[in-house]
């Protein structure tokens, strides 16, 4: 069985900080590129951050560059996205998801439909 479940969420102060996590199994995840994708109440999903299937290859959305850090240990099979210097915008459910690697192009979209494999989510919320 097919599995992203990822942890670490919470509710922190603005200019806090949070370490989300991202554990697979049940398939290849090295040959995975994986994304973060978040979604707001009352908002569609908007993409966030991805990694290629090696981890050399990083991507981010303007509004959290600078600020977040994605990287991946595929001897533990899990995903990680390093959030720093939070702010209230950055309030949703986050979620890991899973693209078969076509080599060196990396999709990086926020629809679910274009994705393999999306878990269950973790609610990040930032607020004072």
């Known amino acids: 069985e097919v599995q992203l479940v990822e942890s670490g969420g919470g509710m922190v102060q603005p200019g806090g900080s949070l370490r989300l996590s991202c554990a697979a199994s049940g398939f290849t995840f090295s040959s995975y590129d994986m994304s973060w994708v978040r979604q707001a109440p009352g908002k569609g999903p908007e993409w966030v951050s991805a990694?290629?299937?090696?981890?050399?290859?990083?991507y981010y959305a303007d509004s959290v560059k600078g600020r977040f850090t994605i990287s991946r240990d595929n001897a533990k099979n899990t995903l990680y996205l390093q959030m720093n210097s939070l702010k209230p915008e950055d309030t949703a459910l986050y979620y890991c998801?899973?693209?078969?690697?076509?080599?060196?192009?990396?999709?990086?979209?926020?629809?679910?439909?274009?994705?393999?494999?999306w878990g269950q989510g973790t609610q990040v919320t930032v607020s004072s």
């Open positions: 990694i290629n299937f090696g981890g050399s290859s990083t």
């Open positions: 998801a899973s693209r078969r690697s076509v080599g060196a192009i990396v999709v990086v979209t926020s629809s679910r439909y274009e994705y393999d494999y």
